[in-house]
């Protein structure tokens, strides 16, 4: 079998000390590492299994009025928990869109953030990525890549982040908790996933042996639970990547826009703000023609990455349904159909 | 070994001499839903290794260097098969003994003729260290360019389409026809790869006992598989026993002994142990078949009043570099509508793929959303709606051959199923329909149709001193109920109530019983079964009625009827004697029969037998995001006679949910350079999951054939999906005024074409 160490460390010193060596690294609860190890993509040399370290598990609410979210709590337990899904409705219904309810019970808040791209190219070992092999080239770039970034890209790679999660979040100003051989540290969760560039396979902002013990929601992100909404594109209902997704966070006082969140899902190789367009809403009184602005500015550094074209125009029109049901209210319960467009058809 | 199941039914399902036609849950439920139902990867016999197949990355050149070395060099590797070191075969598995015989790479050279091609199998006392070893083999390649999609090469006219299906046929004048019509719609249609993915993945357990072979193994055609295996290892055919009591769906992938099961036949022989070969689910997109790319051009010209004058339906496919299969697509236009001019042809253009073969539907499926979907595009040029244009249509003989149909109930199916669905009042024109929240709504309609076929099977009956019955047929349960449907035909052939009854199936011990395809098994095993169950009754009969001391003596073969394990006399019901006396009386331990079925050549040179039903298809269309959701499904099916209304239900859902994919979801994406498959797995290469299925329902509309067989079944396996995809596609259409002709509909032609 191919052989690697696998160490169950009893503390966080012990496990970034065991995650320091090179070819190391963490697995919780492994619902995209092991698919990689099976494939051959990833072929890590030890294994250090972070699922046991205590007080990782927890949701705290904070004294300040934010939130802390244990690397360890599983999508599914964060999804429904109430409270949660009270104050930060957009970020429960991002995580009731993605994956499958199986995988779901598995995955870890840490996890989702670490997932890989699902460009099909990074996956299958016969082809060229740089990601994978540093040089190696991209054989996405003129491949099949109808679905690939159209934001933030690089002829190095035109891979997108695939998780939804991250997406609500990023736009709240999430706070991702780091430990590592220095100490306790914070990052911005906007500037853990990093932009290709010429270094497609520096994925994200963390050194050797960093672990990502917590995310924290700030105060503020609360104030937007009246007007949040996750919107997803898919080719199936579920266990489907976005095609496009958007969350829209809105402040709303007095017919106007006080402040504004937007991000986007399945466009960038990060979870990808649109600051630009935050600038166009806040401020203005919530109608459809500020909302169209606020899409063209959210897109205004598109362009294709290959026969992907089409995402430029559908992620302007996801802007402006996101914005549009955010503005309309948060609904009393998450949608069965968490993120779809159709979530306000009866009996859908 | 014979696989035998209890079949104690809860007395609720027990109607008394009238097993046929009951809604019995599946004789084998409670097996599966406890996880003791055996399927051939649980086989664990003693001394058991496991082989990994290594497979190849480019989809064409040849294989220059493994390094076996370094795989056997790895702890617990046993050995490594490659084109230098693996047993003889007999036979070679590129040879072309019959139509049914298809080229496998069994290590016959170091060539490579499509990506997730067998280069090599490693042999270990674990999987890990097998897949391990497999990895290790580090293969390198001399790449020749890859042959990839429709146009990779020159177009030619295969020989034949399907099996032995001329490539192109002529009825009328299409000349005539073109200039009679008033109006014509020409399209050209695009469907794409699919591959079968069922949840079993293909699995050999193989044991060698001198020149006997012992093999668990999924199969919907033992006999077939026999044959096939007995060549290539040069010994009889009876020497091969299989052991395959259910499939995790086959869909057609097993249909044939495919080359990775084979290879694990040849691990066993290399070793001389036990071994264990299961395909991953990526290894499955190649050696095992697929339904291949079709690019289809359509022209369907009419009069004014809508009359059909022609249909010129043109099908280009591909098949592989090295073997002939051909997706008779276009054949698909020879049944359904009337048309005094008719042609259907076929070219192909060899690519660099696995050969493509028969997958649910082969030809009807992929023929039929794309008929179906210009039907509607020409009724909707002649301003008439689809239902009333297909009944102006309507065929009354089969309009290629001038053949009256043995039975066909298509007018009751249009009817019930329209009223159910309620298309009565849509719309001619498109994007007229929305929902209270806004969203485009369509309805759309699809024929459905297939063929009856047979093939040939055999049973044995027996009954046995204690008046209880036996039937034995190497029959093949992929799921579709035959452990179920068949027992209910044995205990009705019988005379016997059903938890009198033993049933065996599911082994080639038992009678050959054909292929479980071409919906044609229960057709065929039930007559088989029907005549061996009359024949031994009649040898009952015999002993009683010939014996003066029996109450039915003088009553005559054909005066006595069976029921409930008794002879009745036909003619006094009073007068009635147990299977267990007459044996008694004779001495004798039991008494059996065999019997055969088979399709009756002189009927269907008389008749033409088909299937029909009628699948109407409501969606709704995100009028700015192009999402597309399918909110409501109809169909209504004749089919002959029903053997278990559950069963039937299950297969035709199945299909429709099928076609629901076809025209929506299910697509094998190949990068265009190189070849390999993209998505080969289940998380992207996408079936329908729960929340795309709608409300759906199934209407079973009575047909009552007296040609097509003795027992009038004609088939549900496949028929759901033809008529579906293109009920859904039409619905698209009607809700958003676009044609997409290109499937499975993507978001951005839906998208960037709406307002």
């Known amino acids: 079998m191919m052989n690697f160490d696998y160490v169950r460390p009893a503390s966080v010193a012990d496990a970034i000390a065991a995650a320091s060596e090179k070819g190391a690294s963490y697995l919780a609860s492994g619902t995209n590492l092991l698919d990689l190890m099976k494939g051959g993509v990833s072929r890590p040399s030890r294994l250090v299994d972070v699922t046991r370290l205590p007080g990782l598990d927890r949701i705290e609410r904070l004294a300040d009025g934010s939130l802390r979210i244990g690397a360890l709590v599983r999508n599914a337990d964060l999804a429904h928990d109430a409270e949660f899904a009270r104050n930060y409705p957009a970020v429960a219904e991002a995580l009731l869109s993605g994956a499958s309810a199986q995988l779901r019970n598995a995955a870890t808040v840490g996890g989702n953030l670490m997932q890989r791209t699902r460009c099909a190219y990074f996956y299958d070992a016969g082809s060229a990525c740089n990601r994978r092999w540093p040089g190696a080239g991209c054989d996405a770039l003129k491949g099949e890549n109808r679905l690939h970034a159209v934001l933030g890209w690089s002829e190095g790679c035109i891979a997108t982040h695939p998780s939804d999660f991250c997406v609500p979040l990023v736009g709240l100003d999430a706070i991702v908790e780091i430990e590592g051989k220095g100490g306790r540290r914070e990052l911005p969760l906007e500037a853990l996933h990093r932009l290709p560039g010429e270094t497609p396979e520096r994925e994200t902002a963390l050194e050797r042996g960093d672990l990502i013990v917590a995310l924290r929601l700030p105060t503020e992100a609360k104030g937007f639970a009246r007007h949040a909404r996750y919107i997803k594109v898919r080719e199936r209902t579920s266990y489907a990547f976005a095609v496009v997704s958007a969350a829209a966070s809105l402040r709303i006082e007095d017919g106007r826009i006080r402040d504004a969140r937007l991000a986007l899902g399945g466009v960038a190789a990060k979870p990808w703000r649109a600051r630009e367009a935050e600038q166009v809403l806040a401020g203005a009184a919530p109608d459809a023609a500020v909302y169209r602005e606020a899409a063209r500015a959210a897109l205004s550094g598109a362009k294709p990455s290959g026969d992907n074209a089409f995402k430029i125009e559908l992620a302007q029109r996801i802007v402006v349904r996101a914005l549009t049901l955010a503005a309309r209210g948060t609904p009393d319960r998450i949608p069965a159909l968490p993120g779809s467009p159709f979530s306000s058809v009866a009996g859908a | ?755």
């Open chain 2, 1 to 755: 070994m014979t696989v035998e199941l209890s079949l104690t039914r809860d007395p609720a399902h027990i109607r008394h001499g009238s097993n046929i036609g009951q809604p019995m849950t599946r004789t084998d439920g409670v097996l599966k839903v406890t996880g003791k139902a055996r399927y051939a990867a649980d086989n664990h016999p003693a001394g058991m290794a496991y082989a990994v197949i290594a497979t190849s990355c480019i989809a064409r050149g040849r294989v220059t260097a493994l390094d076996v070395t370094a795989a056997k060099r790895h702890p617990g590797v046993i050995d490594v098969m490659t084109p230098a070191h693996k047993p003889e075969l007999a036979e070679d598995p590129d040879a072309k003994g019959n139509p049914f015989a298809f080229r496998m790479e069994l290590l016959q050279s170091d060539e490579v003729r499509y990506a997730n091609q067998a280069i090599a199998v490693v042999i270990a006392e674990t999987l890990e260290a097998a897949t391990e070893g497999a990895a290790l083999l580090s293969p390198r390649y001399q790449v020749e360019i890859a042959r990839v999609g429709l146009d990779a090469g020159e177009a030619y006219a295969p020989p034949v389409v399907g099996i032995g299906n001329p490539a192109e046929v002529r009825h009328g004048d299409i000349d005539a026809g073109m200039t009679a019509a008033t109006k014509l719609t020409d399209a050209t249609y695009q469907t794409p790869a699919q591959y079968h993915n069922a949840m079993e993945p293909h699995a050999m357990v193989a044991v060698w006992d001198g020149d006997r072979l012992f093999i668990d193994t999924p199969s919907q055609g033992m006999g077939f598989a026999q044959m096939r295996i007995a060549g290539l290892f040069g010994i009889p055919p009876a020497n091969i026993h299989i052991n395959s009591p259910f499939l995790g769906g086959g869909f057609g992938s097993k249909g044939l002994i495919s080359g990775p099961q084979v290879l694990g036949i040849m691990a066993a022989k290399l070793i001389g142990r036990p071994v264990k070969l299961v395909l991953r689910r990526s290894q499955m997109y190649g050696p095992v078949g697929h339904r291949p790319p079709t690019r289809q051009r359509i022209r369907i010209g009419t009069d004014d009043a809508g009359v059909i004058a022609v249909i010129n339906h043109e099908a280009r496919v591909t098949t592989s570099s090295f073997d002939d299969f051909y997706e008779p697509a276009a054949d698909a236009s020879h049944t359904l509508y009337a048309s005094p001019a008719i042609r259907t042809a076929h070219e192909a253009v060899r690519v660099d793929t696995g050969t493509p073969l028969f997958m649910r539907a082969p030809g009807e499926a992929t023929g039929s959303i794309v008929l179906e979907s210009a039907i509607d595009e020409a009724a909707f040029a002649c301003g008439i709606d689809p239902l009333e244009f297909r009944l102006k249509n309507y065929a009354e003989v089969e309009p290629t051959t001038g053949k009256p149909f043995s039975s066909k109930a298509l007018r009751q199916c249009y009817a019930r199923a329209a009223e159910r669905f309620g298309w009565a009042g849509r719309p001619l024109q498109p994007k007229q329909m929305r929902d209270e929240n806004g969203f485009l709504v369509g309805w759309g309609m699809g024929t459905a149709t297939f063929p009856a076929i047979m093939f040939q099977g055999n049973a044995r009956a027996v009954i046995r001193a204690d008046g209880k019955g036996v039937m034995e047929t190497g029959a093949h349960d992929m799921g579709q109920g035959a452990w179920t449907a068949l027992a209910q035909i044995s205990a009705d052939s019988l005379g016997v109530d059903f938890d009198q009854l033993t049933f065996r199936s599911g082994s080639s011990d038992l009678p050959d019983a054909g292929i479980a395809g071409g919906s044609g098994h229960t057709a065929t095993v039930g007559a088989a079964i029907h005549n061996a169950g009359a024949a031994v009754i009649a040898k009952l009969a015999e002993l009683a009625t010939t014996d003066e001391r029996s109450p039915l003596f003088g009553a005559g073969n054909a005066g006595v009827v069976a029921r409930g394990g008794r002879l009745h006399r036909r003619d006094d019901d009073a007068r009635s004697e147990s299977y267990a006396e007459i044996l008694a009386r004779a001495g004798l331990a039991e008494v059996d029969a065999t019997g055969s079925g088979a399709a009756d050549a002189a009927a269907q040179s008389q008749y033409a037998m088909h299937a029909h039903g009628a699948v109407f298809a409501e969606v709704k269309v995100d009028p700015e995001l192009g999402q597309i959701r399918a909110t409501r499904l109809v169909g209504a099916f004749a089919a002959g006679r029903i053997i278990n209304p559950l069963m039937v239900q299950s297969q035709l859902r199945g299909g429709m949910i099928w076609g629901l994919s076809f025209a929506l979801h299910e697509e094998a994406v190949m990068d265009h350079r190189s070849g390999r498959i993209l998505n080969a797995n289940l998380a992207e290469y996408h079936v329908p999951v729960n929340a795309d299925v709608p409300p759906m329902e199934v209407i079973t509309v009575d047909e009552h054939d007296p040609h097509v067989n003795p027992l009038g079944i004609k088939g549900v396996g496949e028929i759901g999906i033809t008529g579906s995809a293109g009920a859904v596609a039409n619905a698209v259409f009607h809700a958003t005024g676009i044609r997409v002709r290109n499937f499975p509909i993507k978001i951005e032609e839906v998208v960037m074409r709406l307002g």
